[in-house]
């Protein structure tokens, strides 16, 4: 069974080129009184690559710089100088594609296009998902107050909730508690994908 890939650290998330933030993050992290060991557990980087970014040995693909953006509280545009976000233009924003993050489950039967922008994560985080069949995403109780919403795209998904377990088909939804042990699972001979939305606890 698969665990929820959000808290596995990530090793293989370092990219060529910028962004150059390691001056930044260690200001972040020293700002909230964070250790190097503190920032790994939260944002589920390993301490090590953690040292290297902030030292510029490194640079961070966006996956990481997303993680780190959510543990710390801020958005990804913090990261970069108060000039250059402050000379930005109202614009429309195209992510394209290969640049959208994505996580795998361990056994590689579940993926998780992570489409929210990181400045809603305190509120919203939503995600592409898919399983293979025979796959199950399954979590560990979020904060108290937290619930999903789970639209089904193609295929169908079991749902379950604490007790609860319900199939969820093609072009229904499914809202649920996500402040119990709960999981989404592939029981059908056929990928499964779907939009799913946390809506965290205010």
Request: net charge neutral.
């Amino acid at each position: 069974m698969a665990q929820a890939p959000a808290t596995r650290p990530f090793d293989e998330g370092l990219a060529e080129g910028p962004p150059a933030v390691g001056a930044k993050l260690q200001v972040l992290r020293q700002a909230r009184k964070l250790s190097l060991d503190e920032l790994s557990r939260r944002a589920g980087v390993s301490k090590s690559m953690l040292s290297q970014v902030e030292r510029n040995l490194a640079n961070p693909t966006v996956a990481v710089l997303w993680r780190l953006a959510t543990a710390l509280g801020v958005g990804l545009a913090d990261f970069l100088s108060p000039e250059a976000a402050a000379d930005a233009a109202p614009t429309v924003t195209v992510i394209p594609a290969h640049s959208i993050p994505v996580i795998k489950s361990p056994d590689g039967k579940c993926e998780l296009k992570i489409l929210g922008p990181v400045d809603l994560a305190a509120r919203f985080e939503w995600y592409e998902l898919s399983i293979q069949p025979g796959g199950v995403l399954a979590s560990e109780p979020h904060e108290v107050g937290t619930k999903e919403h789970l639209s089904v795209l193609s295929g169908t998904l079991t749902v379950q909730s604490g007790a609860s377990e319900k199939k969820v088909r093609h072009g229904e939804s499914a809202r649920y508690p996500a402040d119990v042990q709960h999981a989404i699972s592939n029981a059908g001979k056929t990928v499964a994908t779907a939009l799913l939305v946390v809506e965290c606890a205010q």
